[in-house]
């Protein structure tokens, strides 16, 4: 079946969920690299794309399709036809919904209290990283514009024992389990993998879940994976990337805690 897929995407987790279901698929695609640091994602051209301003957005054609959920489960409801990544409604749905739902579960529980710990930290750098980091919502542009920046340390607190929850969840279920849902890599397992590469950023240490740490090095073992976390490469190196956050983290600590005050 023939595509003609453009990804628009920076050299992130949330990005590299599409580009590996790309990647697995075997799919045909135009790599259009969004630069987020300076707020491209904002222009008018790429709203056009995606009117929520943030990567990864997809063309098929005359099609397009945002928020990486959705492009997910559009590229394998299109393309997947042996169910290599999948499970079809019309023949097993119950491990389909399995998929939809571990998928969702990612957006809505594993997510938000990681880019709500890393938010946290950020607010209080003021208008400097806002400048840097060009990928914030309304909420944060609205701390930035309106508020002084302060720390939170309740709040920190709070994001993080909401991480370390949701952990526990997954590595509860992935006892005695080789993927997600019946024994079988899917998008379910791209989705919630991608979360994990940026559990270090929010200070867990996933060496405390070896169920997960397990279907971790399962998941990276796969070509797939491999080509599709290089897609598009960074500017920077790890350890850039590193001393960048470290630098965060330190300029934070100097700064007040507010829950004081």
């Given at each position: 079946?023939?595509?003609?897929?453009?990804?628009?995407?920076?050299?992130?987790?949330?990005?590299?969920?599409?580009?590996?279901?790309?990647?697995?698929?075997?799919?045909?695609?135009?790599?259009?690299?969004?630069?987020?640091?300076?707020?491209?994602?904002?222009?008018?051209?790429?709203?056009?794309?995606?009117?929520?301003?943030?990567?990864?957005?997809?063309?098929?054609?005359?099609?397009?399709?945002?928020?990486?959920?959705?492009?997910?489960?559009?590229?394998?409801?299109?393309?997947?036809?042996?169910?290599?990544?999948?499970?079809?409604?019309?023949?097993?749905?119950?491990?389909?919904?399995?998929?939809?739902?571990?998928?969702?579960?990612?957006?809505?529980?594993?997510?938000?209290?990681?880019?709500?710990?890393?938010?946290?930290?950020?607010?209080?750098?003021?208008?400097?990283?806002?400048?840097?980091?060009?990928?914030?919502?309304?909420?944060?542009?609205?701390?930035?514009?309106?508020?002084?920046?302060?720390?939170?340390?309740?709040?920190?607190?709070?994001?993080?024992?909401?991480?370390?929850?949701?952990?526990?969840?997954?590595?509860?279920?992935?006892?005695?389990?080789?993927?997600?849902?019946?024994?079988?890599?899917?998008?379910?397992?791209?989705?919630?993998?991608?979360?994990?590469?940026?559990?270090?950023?929010?200070?867990?240490?996933?060496?405390?879940?070896?169920?997960?740490?397990?279907?971790?090095?399962?998941?990276?073992?796969?070509?797939?994976?491999?080509?599709?976390?290089?897609i598009p490469q960074s500017q920077y190196t790890k350890e850039e990337i590193a001393d960048?956050?470290?630098?965060?983290?330190?300029?934070?600590?100097?700064?007040?805690?507010?829950?004081?005050?």
């Amino acid at each position: 079946m023939g595509s003609n897929i453009k990804l628009y995407t920076a050299a992130s987790p949330n990005g590299f969920k599409v580009s590996i279901t790309l990647t697995e698929l075997a799919l045909p695609f135009t790599v259009v690299t969004v630069d987020v640091r300076n707020g491209e994602q904002k222009s008018p051209s790429f709203l056009q794309i995606n009117p929520n301003g943030k990567i990864p957005a997809l063309t098929d054609g005359d099609l397009s399709i945002w928020e990486s959920g959705a492009i997910l489960l559009y590229l394998v409801e299109k393309y997947d036809v042996n169910s290599r990544i999948s499970f079809k409604s019309s023949d097993d749905p119950a491990n389909y919904w399995q998929m939809v739902g571990w998928t969702m579960w990612h957006v809505a529980e594993q997510m938000p209290p990681q880019g709500t710990f890393t938010k946290l930290q950020l607010w209080s750098l003021g208008s400097e990283s806002r400048l840097t980091i060009g990928d914030l919502n309304l909420v944060m542009a609205m701390h930035f514009t309106y508020f002084a920046p302060v720390r939170s340390d309740y709040g920190q607190q709070k994001s993080l024992e909401d991480c370390n929850r949701a952990y526990g969840i997954l590595d509860n279920h992935l006892t005695s389990r080789t993927y997600l849902v019946g024994e079988k890599f899917t998008i379910a397992d791209i989705a919630v993998y991608s979360g994990t590469m940026s559990a270090d950023k929010v200070e867990l240490d996933l060496a405390r879940w070896p169920n997960i740490m397990k279907w971790m090095d399962r998941i990276e073992a796969r070509e797939g994976v491999q080509a599709g976390i290089k897609i598009p490469q960074s500017q920077y190196t790890k350890e850039e990337i590193a001393d960048w956050f470290r630098g965060l983290k330190e300029k934070l600590k100097q700064g007040g805690n507010a829950d004081a005050s």
